[in-house]
């Protein structure tokens, strides 16, 4: 069975950082790209970040390119987000994310087909 | 951009609902759906613009090209009742619609 077990997230401060951890079981990690996506309170989903299987390629959306890092170890199995710079709209719950199609290489993302439980991230003074 | 409507869709169980997706401009790349409830992750329905994903029930289709796309459920059942986003993925973005909620 696919899992995607996320932990970190909480309260931050603007101006602060945060790192995010998706661990990943159920699958060979290495065969799939990887993405971080979002929703914030009251509003709709939005793709944050993506990564391919060996990091050749990464992808961020404009709202937070050059403020977030996303990058995985595939020795652990793990993705990670790490969030600098945060800002009061980048309060919400962050998703890790599978892709539908098996890659094998370095792909870029399409469908999100597993994804984690969710974390909450929430900056706020 | 994806542009999503209805916003809100009232209907009852068994009722046929469609949502449709308009991507601002013709694209490389395809459309997926997804159901999203409260305080749960979203779940895959569609993949490349009509392909049910598994263990998905057949009352969901998809269908569309060019810019206009659409998801259908047809016999509307009550675990139905949820929000429902498409995304287009190129590749280098993945842009959601703003979602349609199904309510009863």
């Known amino acids: 069975e696919v899992q995607l077990l996320q932990s970190g997230g909480g309260l931050v401060q603007p101006g602060g950082s945060l790192r995010l951890s998706c661990a990943a079981s159920g699958f060979t990690f290495t065969d799939y790209t990887l993405s971080w996506v979002r929703h914030a309170p009251g509003k709709g989903l939005e793709w944050v970040a993506s990564?391919?299987?060996?990091?050749?390629?990464?992808k961020y959306a404009d709202s937070v390119k050059g403020r977030f890092t996303i990058s995985r170890d595939n020795s652990k199995s793990t993705l990670y987000l790490q969030m600098d710079s945060l800002r009061a709209e980048d309060t919400g719950v962050y998703y890790c994310a599978r892709d539908q199609r098996y890659c094998g290489g370095e792909c870029l993302a399409e469908s999100f087909q597993h994804w984690g439980q969710g974390t909450l991230v929430t900056v706020s003074a | 951009q994806m542009t999503q409507s209805p916003s809100t869709l009232s209907a009852s169980v068994g009722d046929r609902v469609t949502i449709t997706c308009r991507a601002s401009q013709v694209f490389g790349g395809s459309v997926a759906w997804y159901q999203k409830k409260p305080g749960k992750a979203p779940k895959l329905l569609i993949y490349?613009?009509?392909t049910l994903d598994s263990g998905v029930p057949s009352r969901f289709s998809g269908s569309g090209s060019g810019t206009e796309f659409a998801l259908t459920i047809t016999s509307l059942q009550p675990d139905d009742f949820a929000t429902y986003f498409c995304q287009l993925y190129t590749g280098y973005e993945f842009p959601f619609g703003g979602g349609t909620e199904v309510e009863i």
């Open positions: 990564i391919s299987a060996y990091e050749g390629h990464r």
């Open positions: 490349g613009a009509s």
